[in-house]
Nanobody, 113 residues
């Protein structure tokens, strides 16, 4: 059974940092692209960042230069380093992998102004 478990969220002040982790199990994730998405109340889930099996990354314009996605295939773990956080980054953050049908429960990130 494929499982994804996000962790590392919390309450942080404007300008602060957090590092999210996504621990996977039940499958070898190394051949797949992986990514982070986020969802605010009343809004659709949006892409934050992706990373291919080869390590190429893409970012939403809103987080470029502040967030960094990385992966450790041996540990089956996906990371998201978030710096210079803003109140607009407040959301539940989810991880997934291509073809984006398996999702964790998410981790709440709240940035206070």
């Amino acid at each position: 059974q494929v499982q994804l478990v996000e962790s590392g969220g919390g309450l942080v002040q404007n300008g602060g940092s957090l590092r999210l982790s996504c621990a996977g199990s039940g499958i070898d994730f190394s051949p797949f692209a992986m990514g982070w998405y986020r969802q605010c109340p009343g809004k659709q889930r949006e892409l934050v960042a992706t990373i291919t099996s080869g390590g190429s990354t893409t970012y939403a314009d809103s987080v470029k230069g502040r967030f960094a996605i990385s992966r450790d295939n041996a540990k089956k773990t996906l990371y998201l380093q978030m710096n210079s956080l803003k109140p607009g980054d407040t959301a539940v953050y989810f991880c997934s992998f291509s073809p984006w049908v398996n999702w964790g429960r998410g981790t709440q990130v709240t940035v206070s102004s």
